[in-house]
Every structure is written in C-alpha cells, then in structure tokens.
C-alpha cells in the first residue's frame, strides 16, 4: 500500500469558463484547454452566466461580440458576482473602446481573434501566473523559462531555426520548451544560453 508521503502530489483542478455564441471557437479552446489539464464548462448562451460563475472558476474567457448580451455587460455582471475571478476577453473585432472597458472592470487580458495555440497557451500562462495559480512549482519553472527564452529571441530577432542551427537541438524541442511542454536539461538550457548570447541564469529569471 503507498503511504501518504510517497503518493504523488495532487494537481489542483483549475476550473475555466469560456462563454462565446460560436460553437466551432468553444470546442476548439476547450480541446486545447482540456489537453493542458483544466477542467473546462463551455457555455453559448451570454444570459446563463450570471447563474454558471456562482458555481465558482479561477478564470473566465469571455467573447464581446454575441448575441442577446455583450461580452462587456457580461463582465460587469460577472464583477458584481465575482470581483477576483481572473477574465480574458477575446473578439474578432478589436476596437480601443472594448480595450479601455474591459481593463475598466478588471479584465487580465485581451486576445485577438484569430489566435493560435501559442496565442492562447501565453495568455493562459500569464493569467495563471499572475494569479499564483501555478499548479506545481516546477510546472512554474517550466513556464518561467520557456517564456524567458522566447522573450530573449524575439529581442534578439532570431527564429526557432536560427536558434536549432547554432544550439543542434531540434526545432520541434526548442518549440516544446518555450512553450514549456518538455524539460529541458541542464546541457540544453546552455547551449539555449550561449545561441542567446546569455546567462543560464538568465533563463530563470527570478523565479
């Protein structure tokens, strides 16, 4: 029988509600989502909202433009319920006015439609971070430093290419540790330093 010292650490369950009037974008985000371990509800109706964030989630991604009710009015509504609750807005029609309201009511983050998987991966990743809802300290770590290398080559100007022909590593393993889906080793982070012209320390960051 295993003891309670030697059972693997338990993964808290980080609850998401996506809210968009397009079925298409909610079974996309919500395949995405589920896939990275989070237990995603997925709703196309804006009115059920209200009734749905009482259940209680760590983040909500919301659409601006759907039918019956605006992502805005949802917000305000979800703010009056929930005033922590972390909230990404996302639209196919970005305008100035939707960025100032939703930042007004304390949206986290704004993401244009169409996104890519990396697109939404870095919004999720900077929401949970900012929330301290790093599920495991070495998931954080994983995250801290694929961000820092991405960050590093894109001042730099260099692409995954450039980086896989100076460091020998792939670019499908360069890929996977930016967007912390693979360990690196110790020998890779340093020649991942060294193509960036950096520390390996560096790549930490502060964490």
Do not use: C
């Amino acid at each position: 029988m295993t003891s309670e010292s030697t059972k693997p650490e338990q993964i808290p369950e980080i609850r998401v509600l996506v809210v968009d009037d397009d079925r298409s974008i909610l079974e996309y985000v919500q395949t995405l989502l589920e896939r990275d371990k989070f237990v995603v509800k997925t709703l196309s109706d804006p009115t059920l909202v209200e009734e749905e964030i009482r259940k209680g989630y760590h983040l909500v991604i919301l659409d601006v433009m759907m039918p019956k009710m605006d992502g805005i009015e949802v917000l305000r509504r979800i703010r009056k319920i929930d005033s922590d609750v972390a909230v990404v807005i996302f639209t196919g029609f970005p305008s100035l006015e939707t960025a100032v309201e939703s930042m007004k009511l304390e949206a986290i983050d704004y993401l244009k439609k169409p996104f890519s998987v990396d697109d939404l991966r870095s919004v999720v990743a900077r929401v949970m971070e900012k929330k301290g809802l790093s599920r495991t300290p070495e998931e954080q770590l994983h995250r801290t430093i694929g961000e820092n290398i991405r960050n590093l080559r894109k001042q730099k100007e260099l692409t995954l290419k450039q980086i896989a022909r100076r460091t020998g590593l792939s670019v499908s393993l360069l890929s996977q540790i930016e967007r912390a889906e693979s360990s690196p080793s110790i020998s890779s982070l340093y020649k991942i330093a060294v193509a960036l012209e950096s520390k390996v320390s560096d790549l930490f960051g502060n964490f």
